[in-house]
Each structure stands twice: as structure tokens, then as C-alpha cells.
């Protein structure tokens, strides 16, 4: 009988406790620079107007933070390209139609090789910090023997806060 009171006593003083209304701990503190803002640009990819009917690619390019501080991803996803087709790429800073140059080395662009399917893909590693501001676009080349004719065009739109 002792022994109950004794187990009955002490489960009271840790249920006191635990549920003390007089004992307060610290709120959760949450500001702003806690908050993960989108940091991802985006552009949908399409054949200039001049090459409508010729070549009707198409696709999507991102530009976000890379793994590493300073650091830039740029990818590409293209479809409906010709089968076996190798397309040289970058991302450049301005337009399209209004380039203002590239947007790091342009050895950080391999060039996307199109599958059977049509479709293919490339991620750039670009040493820079991602951009917070201004105007970017990607551009996809005809071939390396025809690199100034762009077959698809997309510029990037800033992530939205």
C-alpha cells in the first residue's frame, strides 16, 4: 500500500511538472532572413518568328544558385529538335535579339545532344554569384558550323519574392 502512494506521488510530481503553467519557454523566433525566397529564373525556349515553319524547337531553361557559395546553374531542356542533333548553347546577359554578351565562360556551355526522341539536356556550372537583378536570356545555336543562326530563344523572368 506504501509502495502505491509512493508511485502515485511521483507520478503527480512529474505531471506538476511537466504541465507547470508558471514555467515559460521561449518563443519561436522567426524574421525574414529565415524565409526561403524563390531563387530560380525561368525562361520558356521557342523558335524565332524568321525560322517559324523551318524549325518549330521548343523548351525551357533555369538559372539558379549552384551547390556551392558563388556558384550559378544554368539549365536547358529542348524538344522537338531533329534526332542526333548537337545545338550549341549559353545564357547570355540582355535579350533576345539585343545580346549584351555571355554570362561566364562560354566553356561552361557544352553543347545539348539531341536523342532519338528529340529531346535533350545540358546543365552549365557557371563561377559566379546568382544574379538578383537584371536582364538574361538563353540561346540555342543551329550547330558549331552554323552558330550564328539561333534556333531557339527564351528570356529568363526573375524569380518572384
Not at 525574414?32 to 529564373?41: G, I, K
Not at 554570362?103 to 545539348?112: D, I, K, L, T
Not at 545532344?113 to 545540358?122: E, H, L, V
Amino acid at each position: 500500500m506504501r509502495s502505491q502512494r509512493f508511485v502515485a506521488l511521483a507520478v503527480a510530481v512529474v505531471a506538476g511538472t511537466a504541465c507547470n503553467p508558471f514555467h515559460h519557454e521561449s518563443p519561436v523566433e522567426v524574421t525574414t532572413a529565415d524565409v526561403n525566397l524563390n531563387s530560380r529564373w525561368h525562361a520558356s525556349l521557342a523558335t524565332p518568328a524568321d525560322l517559324a515553319g523551318a524549325v518549330q524547337m521548343n523548351g525551357a531553361a533555369a538559372m539558379a544558385p549552384g551547390r556551392k557559395r558563388g556558384d550559378t546553374h544554368v539549365t536547358i531542356d529542348i524538344a522537338n529538335a531533329s534526332p542526333g542533333g548537337v545545338h550549341p548553347w549559353a545564357m547570355h546577359l540582355g535579350q533576345c535579339g539585343d545580346d549584351e554578351g555571355l554570362f561566364g565562360p562560354a566553356e561552361a556551355y557544352q553543347p545539348v545532344k539531341i536523342g532519338s526522341d528529340g529531346r535533350g539536356s545540358a546543365v552549365a556550372t557557371v563561377q559566379i554569384e546568382t544574379p538578383t537583378t537584371g536582364q538574361y536570356f538563353v540561346s540555342v545555336r543551329a550547330s558549331a558550323a552554323n552558330a550564328e543562326t539561333v534556333v531557339a530563344c527564351g528570356n529568363l523572368a526573375p524569380p518572384t519574392q
